[in-house]
């Protein structure tokens, strides 16, 4: 799936995934782009924020220890596209 064929709207402007992984979507928020770049996370239960540079958890609900670490090691493969993407959206 493309970034471009799933946009989920949200109360805070539309969120493209740019991930589907491990049963996690990460996603970004358009409204964001005044904040650092950063990257959404849902899905097996949990939610999340991860800031892209440096790649840090910036907060989390309902994931353990081990979901946390397989997101950051997701993230951490994808940082530089994303960081990419988010430039590409946001400024």
């Known amino acids: 799936m493309s970034p471009s064929e799933d946009t989920t709207r949200t109360i805070g402007g539309p969120m493209?995934?740019?991930?589907?992984?491990?049963?996690?979507?990460?996603?970004?928020r358009m409204a964001d782009c005044e904040e650092?770049?950063?990257i959404h996370v849902t899905?097996?239960?949990g939610s999340a924020k991860?800031?892209?540079a440096p790649v840090?958890?910036?907060w989390f609900r309902?994931?353990?220890a081990g979901a946390v670490g397989e997101i950051l090691v997701i993230t951490r493969a994808?940082?530089?596209?994303w960081l990419d993407r988010w430039?590409?959206?946001c400024r």
């Not at 493209?16 to 970004?28: D, N």
């Not at 994808?78 to 596209?81: K, P, S, Y």
């Open 62 to 64: 309902a994931y353990n």
């Open 16 to 28: 493209p995934t740019v991930l589907e992984s491990r049963g996690y979507s990460f996603r970004f």
């Open 56 to 58: 840090r958890v910036a």
């Open 36 to 38: 650092p770049p950063h």
């Open 43 to 45: 899905g097996n239960g």
């Open 78 to 81: 994808h940082q530089a596209e």
């Open 50 to 52: 991860v800031w892209l």
């Open 87 to 89: 430039n590409e959206v």
